[in-house]
């Protein structure tokens, strides 16, 4: 893909503790990107120091966040996030929240980096997982709707960027207004309108509440490493 062509070597690491991790490094490596970049699985702070940007993949957001925490990533993963590009899907997007709803008894770390706030399981369960057609600014061939796959997805609660944080881009929205059913039971109010947003960008960071690496159409990867890892790493 001559677009995405580097001259700098770069490595895009995927956190490798629990998870999809394995999905996301296969659509990165369907890319067929020129050799320097390439695809790491992140289980150690040495692993992390090789990266130029990193994936936290869906999963379980309390059980990464405690395997980080037991592995000794936890704190470098924060200072990774505070100057590199990190793209957060489904559990990776509660991870990188700076507020969270719905967290397991004994609470919940979050690495932040993201001025949002998030529930857990925020969809009800009669639509715990579905599949959704969303409409994404910015993607390649974009007039083809993106199959967004939610499983037992977060839900956007509100935006609380300040004057001072990056402003935040929304990158995609549910095409219609779900019921987020749990919400009802986890916050007394919440605005109908954020919580059709899915993926937001934020400074150098990324975040999608549904699984782009559950499908075959790698557009988003493709998107996160043109947009995200290639702009922060342009000489
Ligand atoms: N598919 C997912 O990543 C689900 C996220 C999960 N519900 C959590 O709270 O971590």
Redesign the pocket.
């Known amino acids: 893909m001559d677009s995405l062509s580097v001259s700098n070597d770069l490595t895009i690491g995927i956190l490798s503790l629990q998870?999809a991790f394995v999905e996301h490094q296969v659509s990165i490596e369907r890319l067929n990107l020129n050799r320097r970049i390439r695809v790491l699985q992140v289980r150690t702070e040495q692993d992390l120091d090789q990266c130029n940007a990193l994936i936290i993949p869906?999963?379980?957001?309390?059980t990464i966040a405690l395997l980080a925490r037991l592995s000794g990533l936890f704190e470098p993963l924060k200072q990774f996030a505070n100057t590199k590009p990190v793209w957060g899907?489904?559990?990776g997007a509660?991870l990188l929240s700076n507020s969270v709803v719905g967290a397991k008894k004994g609470g919940q770390e979050l690495l932040g980096g993201m001025s949002i706030s998030i529930a857990?399981?925020g969809w009800g369960s009669q639509i715990e997982s579905f599949e959704a057609p969303l409409q994404v600014d910015g993607l390649r061939d974009s007039t083809r709707p993106f199959s967004g796959i939610f499983?037992?997805?977060?839900v956007l609660l509100a935006l609380k960027n300040s004057p001072n944080d990056p402003p935040i881009q929304v990158v995609a929205r549910l095409p219609q207004e779900l019921t987020p059913e749990s919400l009802i039971s986890q916050v007394e109010e919440f605005d109908a309108d954020t919580t059709t947003i899915v993926a937001i960008r934020q400074g150098l960071h990324l975040l999608t509440t549904f699984?782009p690496e559950l499908t075959k159409d790698d557009r988003f990867h493709e998107y996160f490493v043109r947009e995200c890892v290639l702009n922060a790493n342009s000489p």
């Open positions: 998870g869906g999963g379980e957001s309390t899907t489904c559990a509660i857990r399981n499983i037992r997805a977060p699984h």
